[in-house]
C-alpha cells in the first residue's frame, strides 16, 4: 500500500484502510500505473459497476439528463468490452418514471437493450424509480431476472443482491404505492440473508440501492438491523450502493459501505460515472473510477 500511495503522490489521501484517488477521474497513465505495481497481487474476480442511469425520453430535468444515458452508457460499455468483466451491476433505477405503463415499459426496452450489449452476466438491483409506474414482476420479467434479492458465486467470491423496495407494512413497491423515503428490508428477506449468509463461509459483497450506512431519507429504515447481520457474519467486505447520486464512502465495523455515482447527473461526457471492481482471493478490493466516480483501494478488512 506505501509504495502505491507514494507513486501517487498528492493525487491520493490513505485513510481508513482505504486508498482514495482525490481525482473526479482516472486517467488512463493512472490506470496503468495502478495495474504496473499491484497489491492485490492475485486477481480472482473482475466485475463492473453502474447506477442510476434514469434512462427516459423526455427533456432534463434539473441535473438530470435522461436521454444522455444512452450515450454514456455507449461508453461504459467501450471501457467495458476492453476490462472484460465476468460479470456486471446495475445497482437501481435504471428507469426514470413514467405517467403510464406503456411508456415506462417502452423506457426499460430501450435501455435495458443498450445494457445487455455490456460483457459478462447481467445482474439488476431495484430501485425505486424502477417499480414506479411498474410492478416488481413486470420489471424483472423485462429484463430476464427471476428473483429481486438472490446471491450468486463467481471464483469463490460470493455475492449478494438485496431488495429494499418495501413499506414499512411489508407491501412491495409498485404501480406508485409507495414513498420513496419508506425504503424496508422485510422480515422473509431478513430470514433469508442470515441463513445465506450462515451457509457462506467466502469473502462476500453486497449489492443494494438504497443505503445501508445513513439514517436520512437516503438510508433503508432497518438499515441496522441489516449492518448487524452483515457484521455478525465475520466475512462481508463491503457493500456497494446507490440512490443518493452521489460519491460517499464510510467504514463502519470492519466492512466498507461505498455509493456510487450515479450516470444519469449532469449533461456531456464528463458528467458520466462507472466503475470497474477487482476482489481477490484475499479479500482485497479495488474500485477503479472513471469521470464523476472516485476509485478506492480496501487492502482486507478496514
Known sequence: MSTTSTQLGRRALLRNGALLLTGAALTRADRQLMLADDPLAERVVRGAMVTD???????????????E????????TQEFAAWKPQFVVEMGDLIDAADDVETEQDFLRTVTAAFTKLPGDKHY?????CVYSLTKDEFLTSVQQPKSYYS????????????????SDGEPYGRKNFAWTDPNIPAAEVAWLR??????????????????????????????????ILETAGNVRAVFQGHSHK????????????TLVAMVEGSGPEKNGYSTLEISAAGNIRVQGFRQQ???QWIGQA
Open 53 to 67: 442511469l434514469h434512462y427516459a425520453d423526455k427533456p432534463p430535468a434539473g441535473s438530470r439528463h435522461y436521454r
Open 69 to 76: 444515458t444512452l450515450d454514456k452508457l455507449a461508453e461504459a
Open 125 to 129: 438491483v431495484l430501485g425505486n424509480h
Open 152 to 167: 450468486f458465486d463467481v471464483a469463490g467470491v460470493h455475492f449478494i443482491v438485496l431488495d429494499s423496495c418495501f413499506r
Open 195 to 228: 441463513e445465506d449468509l450462515a451457509d457462506n463461509a467466502n469473502n462476500t459483497v453486497v449489492f443494494a440501492h438504497q443505503r445501508l450506512d445513513v439514517g436520512s431519507p437516503y438510508g433503508v429504515k432497518n438499515a441496522g438491523e441489516i449492518r448487524s
Open 247 to 258: 460519491n460517499d464512502y464510510r467504514e463502519i465495523n470492519g466492512i466498507h459501505y461505498c
Open 294 to 296: 472516485k476509485s478506492h
